[in-house]
């Protein structure tokens, strides 16, 4: 089954913790993405990247770090200078250089402060 | 004044019901133009996904696009319970960049 997994489903941050969410697609995408999504709130971009090695920040990049060393993964680190965390946050991708590509959606993973 | 608004309901329809969602937008440079359906703790799902102006249907699903107004609606037929979700428009001004402007989502309920 070709999709993108998101893990854990549940994630809990002491304070001053970095926390690392996972991201993988069998897709053989070339873009993806991590929004954050708040109640009331549209989806908001954290950082996007087209090819391996390199990423771009989104609207609010501050406090998180990616990394993009392999093709099918985007795993996103919540850093402790990120001071509200707390949300759902969703991995994305989709195919580029192919005409128009709509984004796709992992589950996502809910993070909360112990 | 946000890229995307979109009514957050919730809104409550009986079963086989038909529904109309809708958004607006201020961008008059979109082109594409997205609907996805998100259940309770779970990501958001394509339903359809149309360019420029005009009609498309899919199923139950018709996904309408007026660029004269920036005014994009849903309608979904015969409801279902299954139907009970969030609905959330998203567009976008090329197929090449990623920047993609989302709705905050409207909640429906199809009541059996």
């Known amino acids: 089954d070709g999709g993108i997994t998101q893990s854990p489903k549940y994630l809990f941050r002491k304070e001053g913790q970095n926390v690392t969410l996972s991201c993988e697609q069998n897709l053989n995408h070339d873009a993806m993405y991590w929004y954050r999504q708040d109640p009331g709130q549209g989806l908001r971009l954290i950082y996007y990247?087209?090819?391996?090695?390199?990423?771009q920040k989104g609207d609010i990049a501050e406090g998180y770090s990616v990394s993009r060393e392999k093709k099918e993964s985007f795993p996103l680190t919540v850093t402790s200078a990120q001071k509200n965390p707390t949300a759902f946050y969703l991995c994305a991708s989709r195919a580029i250089g192919q005409g128009d590509q709509p984004q796709h959606f992992g589950d996502g993973t809910r993070l909360s402060i112990l | 004044q946000k890229e995307v608004e979109q009514d957050p309901g919730p809104l409550s329809v009986p079963e086989g019901a038909i529904v109309s969602l809708n958004c607006t937008y201020s961008n008059s440079a979109f082109q594409y133009f997205m609907w996805y359906r998100q259940y309770s703790r779970k990501g958001p799902e394509l339903l359809m996904y149309t360019y420029s102006s005009g009609n498309k249907e899919d199923g139950r699903f018709t996904a309408q696009v007026d660029k004269s107004s920036k005014y994009i609606s849903l309608f979904i037929r015969d409801s279902q319970p299954s139907d009970s979700a969030t609905y959330l428009c998203?567009?976008?001004?090329?197929?090449?960049?990623?920047?993609?402007?989302f709705g905050t989502g409207t909640s429906l309920t199809v009541i059996p």
């Open positions: 998203a567009m976008s001004p090329t197929n090449t960049g990623n920047q993609f402007y």
């Open positions: 990247s087209q090819i391996v090695n390199d990423f």
